[in-house]
């Protein structure tokens, strides 16, 4: 008998012969052993919590226990929210301490946790976050620095200390207010660009005639069985609490269904979990509310014509991770990659992560005999640097990965790389998604392959449409151009929810702060004139609704794409704007 046994049974008086005192003895030896405590220190925990609510200290049973561990677990709770507080540095997420430790050389980094970084944000409203502002970062060197880029760079207006957000700490009263603050905004969007809707309805209220409701697409999976994607015997409308009292009604979709306010020529519209829809129909007391129209999502405002101005011109050159096969830490594609910027000296390079990917096999193994920040320092920071001196006037631009290991913030939205990772101001981090201005031309850049989960997801559906935006030329009706659609209209960089469980730990999405991942700011804002949406499916690129999409696809399958704006001109931004996909030589 083990003396933590014998400790515990001296302890409750026990016997082993006791079916019942046996059970509780086994639940103390557990509770000592997960939380590293001694049968004393048990006892003592039990004393205090006894003495402090009862007055007494009573016989200590299995419900006894259960007490117990919840308290244990909430000073456990207490204790590392108040080293957040303390420190930053002594509350890094495990994955930047590895990317800084000389111990993970050679060890298999499956498995690891560590505490979380910075205190938690509270939920933002719809169109809240990361207003722009422009950046100047000042830093002594010992390479020449260019005294002027050419490009005005305009960032996020915010710190990292406001986006490193302390994560897994959301409740499901904060993910549900987030929820319903977002259908809320776009019922007052529909409202106030269909001017005839009056009011929303409720969809779970019987009524003889129509009504127009706002609510988010799901998946009734229990109807439809696992694995079995979104159809017309699956759909499900989630209503927010203001306009629906939070309840989920079966959706049926009328068979002469109607298309209103859309784009003319698309003649149908995509659904997928998660997608925030506008419908005309009824509940007719089956339990269902039938649809006989869908409202389209108001379109974003187009940029207005910047003024001509030669000097306003730049070009800049994209390219995404992984930068490396899964075979090696080479890094043979971004070494090429960087040999053509050499050559070219574009004003702006935009690289998007991962840099160093946590789930190649290599660092998956432990197969490195150097740290995460010491292989992203030799191979990226070195050699742009280098770059940078031979075009003093670029500007670098590095936008994380979910799957980056030198990234402390594992989750989405992701904060910007710690500021160790810059070493020249040149190099400027930004947070994943990102939006920020070159020239006054906007853009939104996203490392995470939405365009990919959207084709998974989506389910289109053909429809009359009535009411139709014309626009010339007609609008793009092609799959890729329809998935890029579907992020303008419902505003997000990933409008998808729940996550499918095939591809969650791609994206390790943050409900509550799902603010940052707006496209605009405010409903009124205008469209980002350029997306950067990298992903696995054949690279792109297109103009969608006023917008330049570009998907450059990963730099290990060797495409990455260049991008030019003209200043001199009288045209809209898409229209001075030339976006190709180049091949690595």
Request: a negative charge; proline letters at 7%; one cysteine or more.
């Amino acid at each position: 008998m083990s003396s933590l046994r014998s400790e515990v049974i001296e302890w409750l008086g026990a016997t082993e012969l006791e079916e019942d005192s046996e059970a509780l003895v086994n639940e103390c030896v557990s509770i000592c052993q997960m939380y590293n405590l001694t049968a004393e220190a048990l006892k003592y925990k039990w004393e205090a919590l006894s003495y402090g609510t009862t007055n007494s200290i009573l016989r200590f049973t299995h419900e006894s226990a259960a007490d117990v561990k919840v308290q244990i677990q909430r000073e456990i709770q207490a204790k590392n929210a108040s080293s957040a507080s303390k420190s930053a540095a002594a509350t890094s997420f495990a994955r930047g301490k590895l990317a800084n430790s000389a111990k993970f050389a050679g060890i298999n980094a499956n498995g690891l946790t560590g505490t979380l970084k910075a205190a938690a944000q509270p939920p933002k409203a719809l169109f809240g976050g990361m207003a722009r502002v422009p950046v100047k970062l000042e830093q002594d060197f010992d390479d020449p620095i260019a005294s002027s880029s050419r490009v005005t760079f305009t960032g996020p207006k915010e710190g990292r200390q406001n986006r490193a957000y302390r994560y897994m700490y959301e409740t499901l009263g904060e993910r549900s207010e987030t929820l319903d603050t977002q259908l809320d905004g776009f019922g007052e969007l529909i409202l106030k660009h269909y001017r005839d809707v009056g009011q929303l309805g409720h969809p779970g209220v019987f009524s003889e005639g129509t009504s127009v409701v706002v609510g988010r697409i799901v998946l009734d999976a229990e109807a439809s069985g696992p694995g079995v994607k979104l159809n017309d015997q699956s759909l499900i409308l989630e209503a927010s609490r203001a306009h629906g009292d939070g309840l989920r009604v079966p959706l049926q979709l009328a068979p002469d269904l109607k298309i209103r306010g859309g784009y003319k020529g698309l003649g149908g519209v995509g659904l997928f979990p998660g997608a925030v829809v506008a419908l005309k129909g009824r509940n007719g007391g089956g339990g269902y509310f039938i649809a006989s129209e869908i409202l389209a999502m108001p379109p974003m405002p187009a940029s207005p014509a910047p003024p001509s101005n030669v000097a306003a011109s730049f070009d800049v050159c994209i390219a995404c991770g992984p930068f490396t096969p899964d075979a090696d830490l080479d890094y043979k594609p971004w070494r090429t990659l960087i040999s053509n910027l050499k050559a070219s000296k574009p004003a702006v390079v935009l690289l998007l992560g991962p840099f160093v990917d946590a789930t190649h096999s290599h660092i998956h193994d432990g197969k490195v005999d150097e740290t995460p920040s010491d292989i992203f320092k030799r191979q990226f920071i070195g050699p742009l640097r280098n770059f940078l001196s031979q075009s003093p006037t670029s500007t670098v631009l590095l936008v994380p990965s979910v799957k980056d290991i030198i990234s402390d913030h594992a989750v989405f939205p992701q904060c910007e790389l710690d500021d160790e990772f810059s070493g020249d101001p040149r190099i400027r981090l930004l947070p994943n998604p990102a939006r920020f201005a070159l020239n006054g031309i906007s853009f939104a850049v996203c490392s995470v392959d939405v365009l990919y989960h959207l084709r998974k997801e989506e389910y289109s559906r053909r429809g009359e449409e009535v009411d139709s935006i014309v626009c010339e030329p007609e609008a793009a009706s092609d799959p890729m151009s329809n998935l890029g659609r579907y992020i303008l209209q419902q505003r997000s960089f990933y409008p998808i929810f729940p996550v499918s469980l095939d591809v969650a730990h791609e994206v390790n999405l943050d409900v509550s702060h799902s603010a940052e991942l707006r496209v605009s700011e405010s409903p009124d804002e205008p469209v980002p004139d350029v997306m950067v949406l990298p992903s696995r499916l054949k690279h792109f690129s297109k103009v969608v609704d006023n917008s330049v999409i570009v998907n450059p696809s990963f730099l290990t399958k060797g495409t990455y794409a260049t991008l030019s704006y003209s200043g001199q001109g009288t045209g809209f931004p898409k229209d001075r704007i030339s976006a190709d996909i180049a091949r690595l030589s």
